[in-house]
């Protein structure tokens, strides 16, 4: 016995076949935006069952009278689109037919309906694509930004800007960028190119305004989000400032992070506007802290995007960006000075392994005051300062290096005259990094929010208390 079609159309309703009725499985207002299944079904699912015969109903088997062999038309024997929607994607929805794997799906859909993940060290990434701003933090190891865009996307697109406002005459007639540093930071974007494509990704390099570029780019590409670090100057500050406007118009997220100095701000035992405006104070604050561990570098990092064929550029000479070349001798015929500063990551971590080598062949005269035992080197510096104001290298790596090989040659008999970071021979080198946080601090205080009538900065009072 075969069952009429048509008799399974209700009564109270005049529709035909042909028609469809959306069921949305969708989170309520007051929950976050999540995936929602949109399932179109055609009407002759959803009605009610034919009603039992009286003798079946009497038996407690309401839908015994029913055959056992139903002939559906062809156009309700699947269903007709399938779609997954979310508040972040824009890609329209497509009519499409279901693969043999629908009935799983309808069973349990609500795998397909979670969030967005926020570790980025689980599963599939999560962002079609990132463009990562790199600024002054120019290298692959413990570069967070770098870190978690390469784990949170498909692909990322890595970029340097030589920004022409940095360039050029101040308004005191002196070159804002002279011709030494400007060498220094292309041979540092340079080096940073060739980590990169030895890791599988690559380095967009432009002369342009980032509130103007980064948007091109963004758009070129289809990005999710800009990450980048946070600088501390008044200059820099307004031109994230600009970025995040100009993408927030394009419903770009921005994403910043921490790098530039030992402690991390999110680990200061107070609010930044609370910071002590002194340098004693600031020391007996934090001293207590742990540094953070580094982060490893990837051996693999995310490609470029397919979508926009971006292509890398050059990298701009010093005539490129109005400066004369640098003089490789001085007028009496002796070297420039400067001229042996080559920028790098590769160029910092040589540096690092010599000044740890000098550590450790220098004899422990055993002086009470481990401050003394910092005389090492020319000058009584370990000569990486270019290469961390540039962010070749990171404070917090350069210290967990030394640490590792400088502990007990440096200060093997002053191990009673510790202070509270129970560093031992570290000492000397947390004073100097000490010194460079508390001034990076400082100066984001004051330029994130100035504020009538602040107290003045004192760096010099309770130095050494």
Not at 136 to 164: G, H, M, Q, W
Not at 249 to 278: A, C, R
Not at 409 to 420: C, E, G, L, P, Y
């Amino acid at each position: 016995m075969e069952l009429n079609p048509s008799a399974l159309q209700p009564q109270t309703l005049n529709t035909s076949e042909e028609q469809q009725q959306e069921v949305t499985i969708s989170p309520s207002k007051s929950s976050p935006p999540v995936a929602s299944l949109s399932l179109a079904l055609s009407t002759n699912l959803l009605l009610s069952r034919p009603s039992p015969s009286p003798a079946a109903a009497a038996a407690g088997k309401p839908f015994a009278a029913l055959p056992s062999r139903l002939k559906i038309p062809t156009q309700i024997s699947s269903l007709t689109r399938l779609s997954f929607s979310a508040s972040n994607i824009s890609t329209p929805t497509r009519p499409s037919n279901l693969s043999s794997s629908t009935p799983a799906l309808l069973s349990s859909p609500l795998p397909f309906l979670r969030r967005r993940p926020s570790d980025s060290s689980g599963g599939a990434a999560a962002r079609r694509c990132t463009l990562l701003w790199f600024r002054c933090d120019l290298r692959v190891r413990d570069n967070e930004a770098l870190t978690v865009a390469s784990n949170d996307s498909l692909s990322i697109l890595p970029v340097y800007l030589f920004d022409p406002r940095d360039y050029g005459k101040s308004s005191s007639g002196f070159d804002k960028t002279g011709p030494y540093r400007a060498t220094f930071i292309i041979q540092s974007v340079a080096d940073l190119r060739r980590s990169l494509r030895a890791r599988g990704s690559d380095l967009v390099v432009r002369i342009g305004r980032p509130e103007t570029v980064l948007v091109e780019l963004a758009r070129s590409v289809g990005a999710d989000a800009v990450y980048m670090h946070r600088e501390v100057s008044h200059d820099e500050a307004r031109t994230e400032e600009r970025v995040e406007k100009a993408m927030e118009s394009d419903g770009v997220e921005v994403k910043y992070f921490w790098g530039s100095t030992l402690y991390h701000i999110d680990d200061l035992p107070f609010e930044l506007e609370q910071m002590p405006s002194n340098y004693g104070g600031f020391r007996e604050r934090v001293q207590a802290l742990n540094v953070r561990k580094t982060i490893e570098a990837l051996d693999q990092i995310k490609g470029l995007p397919s979508r926009g064929d971006v292509e890398p550029g050059e990298i701009p000479t010093l005539t490129d960006l109005g400066l004369n070349p640098v003089p490789p001798l001085t007028q009496d015929g002796k070297p420039a000075v400067n001229s042996s500063l080559a920028g790098g990551e590769t160029e910092a971590l040589g540096r690092l392994t010599k000044f740890a080598a000098e550590c450790r062949a220098q004899p422990n005269n055993g002086y009470k005051n481990s401050a003394q035992e910092s005389i090492y080197g020319a000058n009584f510096s370990c000569k990486i300062s270019p290469w961390l104001a540039m962010g070749c290298i990171s404070p917090r790596f350069m210290y967990e290096e030394l640490k590792k090989t400088a502990n007990r040659t440096i200060s093997r008999k002053t191990q009673k005259n510790v202070d509270a970071s129970g560093d031992g021979g570290m000492n000397w080198l947390m004073f100097e990094l000490l010194w460079r946080d508390f001034f990076r601090f400082i100066t984001k205080k004051y330029s994130t929010k100035r504020k009538v009538g602040a107290e003045p900065v004192t760096a010099c009072t309770g130095t050494l208390s």
